[in-house]
């Protein structure tokens, strides 16, 4: 599920599922640059979205699933309303 919410100090759009989630042992070198696939392309995203200065976080349980959390600064996004919202 992906969805956002506005704070304060800017926009948090959040990435979740129900899976097993990331051992909290794990998620100490889920950013670190590694080889494998998976980890060097969450290596690159963390490291592009830092330059942009977007946050980006992994926030999940382990057990409950993971949960990714990007968070843009006040005046770095806008929120276009859909057609049909009525906003």
Do not use: C
């Not at 599922?17 to 998976?38: C, H, M, S, V, Y």
């Amino acid at each position: 599920m992906i969805w956002y919410r506005e704070t304060p100090s800017g926009l948090v759009i959040v990435y979740e599922d129900n899976g097993p989630g990331i051992a909290e042992a794990d998620k100490q070198e889920l950013f670190i640059r590694t080889f494998a696939t998976t980890r060097f392309g969450l290596f690159f995203i963390h490291d592009i979205l830092e330059l942009s200065g977007i946050g980006f976080a992994e926030t999940g349980e382990p057990g409950k699933g993971v949960r990714f959390e990007m968070t843009v600064p006040q005046g770095m996004y806008r929120i276009t309303p859909r057609p049909g919202s009525g906003a």
